[in-house]
Structure formats: structure tokens, C-alpha cells
């Protein structure tokens, strides 16, 4: 596999260092902070990418407000920080940008609505864990934004791994699991997703626990939308060990909410972190339309230093024409 295009700061660089060009709010004890400062429609210094960077390092997603880029400058902002990929590689990308995707309130239309959630986590993923390289990171803008509802909540996976206790952390650390796109449990497909999924079909197994490079943080990987088994245990052992992991990260105190507006963007460190998209637009009349780009990851590698392996489908490679 080629060196990964998402560029993260020299260790023991400006990590904790005060950021002396942009502002960073923290806006829970563990996870998230609105930054301000930064024209993002505009190239960004190095000093500015290296402080966003590092605020992105330490509380895993970083807001902004007020910038309502066009799909070229969200490229431009994207390209400042790493390499963007395909917008999706199962579900496709914006006619003419390549590297978007779009996140349109119906994009899986008859998934959603009037379909009972069976567990509490249902939903929740980290994007793209199917690949053998799922992205670093992904940069999500807001467009058309419901004027109530449609709040996005982020979790932070380093924390929930450092609050497992030490024996289970122990064991945790020697798991590894399959994750694949198929619809998540208790949720009917559309025919065209199931369609989508046939033509590129994407399976992977990740260790449940990575290790960060730059940080040397440990990370509980688990991705409850897409994570489907564990290896080497019984369907039973797997499901309740997933259910308990799931049921964990999720933790409230573990996760920050985000209120979109127009022009709002989010972009989060997509190894430490899960999110939740919302449902609740699905019982409101609004419309709800946000563009996301991901950049190109590494293969994660556990505690044993074991990579990742893709059971199918090619690893994400940066976009080039000729990609898509
Ligand atoms: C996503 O899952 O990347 C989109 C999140 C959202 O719609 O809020």
C-alpha cells in the first residue's frame, strides 16, 4: 500500500503547543471544539493547517461557522490537509466534483422512515469501514439546514477505550472484526442500495482496538453500523461482545452534539471518532442537504501490530480522473 495522503503533524511539533493563529473553543470535557479565525474559502498558511491539525489531534472533531464554500473552495480546503478520495465509493459522488458527496435527506430513501430502531446505536458508524483503508478523516458542509432538527453527535473512541476497564481493554486489544456495508440490522434495503453494494462490494477486517501513529493513542475501532462479527467467535459471543462495545461508546458523556447552520462545517478525525447522522429530519417536512469529502487513510494496525486485510473490494485510493 502507497504512504497515506492524510498529512498529520511531526510528533511533539505543535501538538500542545497554544495555537497563536486560530481560536479553539472546547465545547465538551472530551470531545469537539468551534474554532474560529480562518477564512476557509481562501488557500490557509501552513501555521494555520498544522494548528487546525493539531485541534483536530486532540478533541477529534473541530467546527467551524459562517463559511459557505462552493464545492471548488471545499476541495481546496480538503486538498490542504490531505488527499480527498472518490466522494463515495459505493454510493457515488456529485456530477462534475468528484471528490463530494453528497448528504441529501433522502439519499437512502424507504431506509429510514417508519422503520423501528432495534437498538439504540443503530446508526452510529465511522465513515467508509468497509475499505481495508477507511479515510482519515472526513469534512462535512452544511447547506441547506432544517430550521429545527437534523443535529449531528459524535463520539469520542480513545475515551471510550481508555474507560473500559484494564481486563477488558486486554482482551479487546486481541480482536479483530469484519465490517462490510450491508444494511444495518433491523432496517430494510432499497433495492438500489442493495444494488450499489453488489457492484462494489467492499469487506474488511480491522483489529477492534488501533493504534494511532502520531499519538500512540488506542482506540476502541468499532463502527456499530458497518462492524457485522467478530473473528473466531460464536454468533452469540459476537453479537453480546459487540452489543456491549456498541452500547459504550455511545455513552453520552463520550459524545458531542452539533447544531448545523448554513455555511456550518465539521471535520473530524474519522479513526478516533463515530458519528450519528440524524433521524429525526424523517419525521419533519424540512429539507436537509450537507457535501462531505474524505481523505485517503492508512490501513489500520492493531495492538500486535497486525494490519488491517480486505476481504473485498480495493483499497480507497486518492481521487484522480480516471478514478471515478
Ligand atoms: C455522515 O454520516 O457522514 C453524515 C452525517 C450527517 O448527515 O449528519
Known sequence: ??????????????????????????????????????????????????????????????????????????????????APTIGHPVFGFVEGFPQIYSVARDRFAGRHSGEPLIRPWTGWHTDVTAAVNPPAASILRGDVIPPYGGDTFWTNLATAYESLSPTLRGF??????????????????????????RRRPLVSEHPLVRVIPETGERVLFVS???????????????????????????????????????????????????????????SLDFDRQLYRITLKGDVPVGVDGRPSTAIEGEPLDAFSAGTA
Open 1 to 82: 500500500m502507497s504512504s497515506p495522503a492524510f498529512t498529520t503533524a511531526a510528533e511533539g511539533s505543535v501538538h500542545d503547543l497554544p495555537p497563536r493563529h486560530i481560536a479553539v473553543h472546547p465545547l465538551t470535557g472530551h470531545i469537539g471544539a468551534e474554532i474560529e479565525g480562518p477564512d476557509l474559502s481562501r488557500p490557509l498558511a501552513p501555521e494555520v493547517v498544522e494548528e487546525i491539525r493539531a485541534a483536530l489531534l486532540k478533541w477529534k472533531v473541530v467546527f467551524f461557522r459562517d463559511q459557505p464554500l462552493t464545492h471548488a473552495e471545499h476541495v481546496q480546503l480538503a486538498g490542504a490537509f490531505g
Open 172 to 197: 479487546v486489544d486481541t480482536l479483530r472484526g469484519v465490517h462490510s456495508f450491508s444494511a444495518p440490522e433491523g432496517q430494510a434495503a432499497t433495492d438500489d442500495f442493495k444494488e450499489k453494494n
Open 224 to 282: 456499530p453500523s458497518f462492524l457485522k462479527r467478530i473473528t473466531g467467535l460464536s454468533p452469540r459471543e459476537s453479537q453480546q461482545i459487540l452489543e456491549l462495545l456498541f452500547e459504550h461508546i455511545t455513552r453520552p458523556e463520550f459524545t458531542v452534539r452539533f447544531r448545523w447552520q448554513k455555511g456550518s462545517i465539521a471535520f473530524w478525525d474519522n479513526r478516533t471518532t463515530a458519528h450519528l447522522a440524524p433521524r429525526d429530519i424523517y
